[in-house]
């Protein structure tokens, strides 16, 4: 149990560096996003088709009743990406995670519109809580599109409700095997992301750039959610959620020290309303 936690607790801390790479990757959202599921997808196949040569016709076999869902699935995931990495770039770390952690709270609202799933008071007064936190957070410089800070704010949001999208859609597809789901998803979400990177951007990029992208498809796709999928199988669902809170607070860490971006007491007060939201619906369950 011990190492199964450890596996939980490093696969957080390490997914809560994101952001410090994406900052010094030199690349857009778009850009950076493209780059991880493409790197990402390809170290899945180099992985598994070394093994068995075979694999990609068996992964392909099984997804393939509900092809589009997992197809639906890449997208949101690319695009989750794309917002959470343009929301880093736009805004300080802190604010963008934080409000991007509201995720586990959209989660609550999409089940109880797309699931059918009960909605009870207890979790309306916890989806306010946390919709006041992001409030809190995202309205202490002032709301206007011309504000680079504020932009970043929204690109988190807009992350957040793609990352819950990711979720809600993960339960349709349960029965698919982890490896397969993870390996198409990547791919989906490449062939999705092309022909925008290549429109608005081109797919020009600097060896230094592709060197910290590299470094983002290794370790924290690949390895991170490796030893992530290790440590489920060890540690409880409810357990893990509870070290999933590693990941934003870490976060925070990691730019306050490397970056010297002190949370404001908004940034503060409405984060902990997000986080103490999702933690109280976690215990509710």
């Known amino acids: 149990m011990m190492y199964g936690r450890a596996k939980v607790i490093l696969s957080m801390a390490i997914w809560g560096s994101v952001g410090i ?39 392909f076999s099984e997804i393939k009743p509900k092809v589009h869902l997992v197809f639906l699935l890449g997208a949101v995931l690319g695009l989750n990406w794309v917002f959470f990495f343009s929301a880093v770039l ?46 809190i957070i995202g309205t202490q410089g002032g709301i206007s599109l011309k504000s680079k800070d504020f932009l970043g704010m929204i690109f988190a949001f807009l992350g957040a409700l793609f990352y819950a999208s990711v979720t809600i859609l993960g339960r349709y597809l ?28 081109g ?29 489920l199988k060890e540690v409880e669902a409810n357990e893990v959620a509870l070290l999933s809170y590693i990941d934003p ?5 990691y730019a306050l020290v490397i970056f010297g971006e002190v949370p404001t007491i908004r940034t503060i007060i409405g984060g902990s309303l997000i986080l103490l939201a999702s933690l109280l619906d976690l215990k509710s369950r």
Not at 177 to 194: C, D, H, N, P, R
Not at 249 to 253: F, M, N, P, Q
């Open 21 to 59: 790479f994406a900052r010094y990757s030199n690349l857009s959202g778009l850009k950076l996003a493209f780059y991880r599921v493409l790197l990402g997808s390809l170290i899945f196949l180099v992985l598994y088709t070394f093994k068995d040569p075979g694999w990609v016709k068996k992964a």
């Open 90 to 135: 736009y805004t300080d770390i802190a604010k963008a995670t934080l409000i991007y952690y509201l995720a586990p709270i959209i989660v609550v609202m999409f089940s109880a519109i797309f699931l059918r799933e009960e909605i009870t008071t207890r979790r309306i007064i916890l989806i306010s809580m946390a919709l006041l936190g992001a409030f």
């Open 174 to 201: 349960r029965d698919i095997k982890s490896s397969y789901l993870t390996f198409f998803q990547l791919f989906f979400a490449t062939l999705i992301l092309f022909p925008l990177v290549e429109a608005f951007e």
């Open 203 to 231: 797919l020009a990029i600097s060896l230094y750039s592709l060197s910290v992208v590299g470094i983002i498809a290794v370790v924290h796709t690949s390895f991170a959610l490796l030893i992530y999928m290790d440590g």
């Open 249 to 253: 607070l870490s976060a925070v860490i």
